[in-house]
């Protein structure tokens, strides 16, 4: 009994931890799309990028025989908190060069050009061993505070330390909503014309959204590698890297940072409980089949919540009278 | 008989109101122009009476029937069409096939009726097969109408038909309207341009989506107000 | 690297079966529908359902000609082509015309594909699982072109099926009434109903050229590679850049867009690694994005 109920806590835990960086995720969107107006669908690429750099900077370089199996561009195997922020300002970076080329082109073309560009970024680190082993990917990433508690209890610890970064992520931006640079961004989101900004500082503030949105989606990729202690370019796929945070943007309500973080959890809970509960009915010979079901799960819901309140997703149209 | 009533019609744009209470009536054979300066609802009148935009109080009665909420493509085959003021043909269409889809809907040989339109637009002749995109300004209003007359129409509307032609085409193009119109056609115009007031048998004049004055030519011209408001005298 | 022009020629006529669908959709709804790749995969996989199933009662089973595979791959065609029109049919009346009727953004309809390509694509892992498929085991007869170029007969099988197609598309499109009249709504649309035609069920016929298209390009990459779950959805950005590069609503432009592509990521494998060839799409395609976003044959729209 003590087991079971020990296995159902380290279950709900682990989920927890996930939740929370997809939560993290959730509101890095909604800077880009709930506040801003700016498609996104390039999330798996800043994912991928995050985690990669936080892997890289706090790996150390393979020395002797690991070096034959791990090839990596770089290590310096600097501490956590390097990692991360270096995650950060990476992707924030990668985001400014991502909108020099590409704000310019109307939303539909962005958005997919922002697929586009996850691919790329995928399908590079995937290609390219020197950088960071190929498909094999890293492994073996150190995770801050390892030694605190016994192995079993690490997600505990794990899950703190992710829930003090939500919770700063969260309050630093809720007071940037309501601030004077929060309120411009709203109003480039409802009418870019009718703003008053004129049409280079309408550019700038969407650079600027760009760069703060994709840091804290780096900081969300770097907990994530931090947290499975290994990641492949396999990992950074459209659906768990991009299209499932939209769903959990689109449910808990665009531009509302509480509602994301609640469509994360409700997303991610729909997500893992039912491979768990799929795992569980099916029988043994559909096993390798059933987590696909998943897929049609994600795509029901993005459905679902489109037609229930298409007006929900894009709030206002841009109306213009013809007289 | 009167073939168009417009009764009481509040119209706009979605939370926003253009036409606040319009009603106007149209007897069959008329020419009837409905003047106003830009903003003033004309051609959002034009398009609640097509069924483009549903009112949101009041009716439109064509032929006694109350059309108030149907569909364009509905309207289109009880006998009215219209002819918008912008991107009134298909671009990429040529002359010829713009005036095989105005006749869509027809269930015979609508070659015969191009035909007539073409004696009626000669101009349109020899640039049968030339894209509609190609065309200048004059050829392209004159495609328009021809495209809305493909259904032998009882009642043509048409939106500022005088719109970016030089003086001497808006003069042609008035003088084509009134041969239409003789041809027994009845013809709602919606016009910035006056000289839509000396071909009309009736006109209204609306401003701020409100009727300001209506009647025959003679008598606009004789109000002094009216005269100095709204037609520049 | 003739041979690489050629072999690109081959893939590019199956991209531009496949984009020609989707130039259609888009230039009449304004919708880009990224379930289209899943669409190919469904239409491959129907298809091999039919031939696993003729190959199970034993009829149509002779080679046809000088190609790898069976008769029962021509036939399944059919049930292929019918299974995708429905399919497209079902997915706009209950998907994308709800969200027509709301007045939202295309981008709406966008999104709402992408959740339809997960349906398809979760499907087919569920029916057929995650291996590969093939339509025919066994040899793969080749010819010898002049150049030295080696060349599956399968593959001459491809590129006529192919130009076929889109040719009878595009006359369609051309001489038809029904097809003037698609022409005339990815025109303009609301001059279209204006004129008295209606949308809604001219929108129908664009979805059965779309779908036919979209089950045709799909048995024809099964027969060219092999299938597999993820081949559509590696397939649309290919599909999304020969569209851009052609233009919106240009069914010659799909064409030369996708042999354009398809050419392209071939020769890019003389330099790149074959993966990645949807990163050579992609750049295609942002660079006619920055430079000429209407694209070779298009025309101004918003």
Known sequence: MGTAIGGILSFLISFAVMASIYAIFTMGLNVHWGHTGLINFGVAGFFCVGAYTSALVTSPMPTGVLAQYIKQAFGFNAPFLVGVLAAGIICAALAVLIGMLTLRLSEGYLAISTIGIAE?????????????????????????????VPPAYYNYVYLVIVLIFLAIIYIALEKGIRSPWGRVLRAIREDEIM????????????????????????????????????????????????????????????????????????????????????????????????????????????????????????????????? | MTILEVKNIVSGYGSMEVLHDISIDIEEKQIVSVLGPNGAGKTTLLRTIFGE????????????????????????????????????????????????????????????????????????????????????????????????????????????????????????????????????????????????????????????????????????????????????? | MVELIVYGIVLGSIIAVASIGLTLIWGITGVFNCAHGDQMTVGAYVALLFVVMFSKVNIFQGTVGPFSFSWGVLIAFIPAILFS??????????????LRKAGVHPIAGFIATIGVAWILRGM???????????????????????????????????????LAASAAVYIFLQKAKMGKALRALSDNPDLARVSGIRTERMLVWAWGIAGTMVAIAGILYGIETQLRPEMGWIFLLS?????????????????????????????STAWLAPTYKPAVSFIIMILVLLFRPVGIFGKRRE
């Open chain 3, 85 to 98: 029109v429905g399919l497209a049919i079902l997915m706009d009346r209950w998907v994308l015309k709800p």
């Open chain 1, 120 to 148: 790329t970024i995928r399908i590079f680190f995937n290609n390219e061993r020197w950088l960071a082993n190929g498909p094999q990917g890293l492994i073996g990433l150190p995770q801050p505070l390892h030694g605190l």
């Open chain 3, 124 to 162: 087919i892992y569920i029916f057929w699982g995650a291996d590969f498929h093939f339509y025919a085991q066994g040899l793969r007869p080749m010819i010898f072109l002049p150049l030295g170029i080696k060349l599956r007969t399968d593959e001459i099988f491809i590129v006529f099926i192919a």
């Open chain 2, 53 to 233: 935009i549903t009112p949101q109080n009041g009716k439109v009665i064509f032929k006694g029937q109350d059309i108030t909420g149907f569909h364009p493509e509905e309207i289109a085959r009880i006998g009215m069409c219209y002819v918008p003021q912008e991107n009134n043909v298909f671009d990429s269409l040529t002359i010829h096939e713009n005036l095989e889809m105005g006749a869509f809907i027809r269930k015979d040989d609508w070659q015969p009726r191009a035909e007539e339109i073409y004696e009626l637009f000669p101009d349109l002749i020899d640039r049968k097969h030339d894209k509609a995109g190609f065309l200048s300004g004059g050829m392209r209003q004159m495609l328009a109408i021809g495209r809305a007359l493909m259904l032998n129409p009882e009642l043509l509307l048409l939106d500022e038909p005088s719109t970016g032609l030089a003086p001497f085409l808006v003069n042609d193009m008035f003088k084509r309207i009134q041969e239409l119109n003789k041809q027994g056609v009845t013809i709602l115009l919606v016009e910035q341009n006056t000289q839509a007031l000396q071909c009309s048998h009736k006109s209204y004049i609306i401003e701020g989506g409100e009727k300001k004055a209506e009647g025959s030519a003679d008598e606009l011209m004789e109000d002094e107000e009216i005269g100095k408001l709204y037609l520049g005298r």
């Open chain 1, 195 to 323: 703003s008053g900004a004129n049409g280079k500082n309408v550019f700038y503030f969407k650079l600027q959204s760009l760069a703060l949105g994709a840091f804290i989606m780096g900081v969300g990729g770097a907990l994530y590698a931090h947290f499975s202690a290994a990641i492949q370019p396999s990992a950074f796929e459209p659906l768990f890297g991009t299209f499932i945070i939209w769903a959990m943007v689109t449910l808990g309500g665009t531009g509302n940072n509480k509602g994301a973080i609640a469509g994360a959890f409700v997303v991610w809970a729909l997500w893992s409980w039912s491979t768990f509960i799929i795992l569980k009915i099916v029988p043994p010979a559909f096993q390798t089949r059933a987590p696909y079901i998943r897929y049609l799960l994600i795509g029901f819901l993005l459905i679902f919540i489109l037609l229930k309140k298409p007006k929900g997703l894009i709030s206002e149209e841009r109306q213009v009278s013809k007289f």
């Open chain 3, 239 to 267: 599909l999304f850049a020969a569209v851009i590069l052609g233009g919106q609503g240009s069914i010659i432009g799909a064409l030369a867009g996708g042999l354009v592509l398809g050419i392209a990521q071939q020769v």
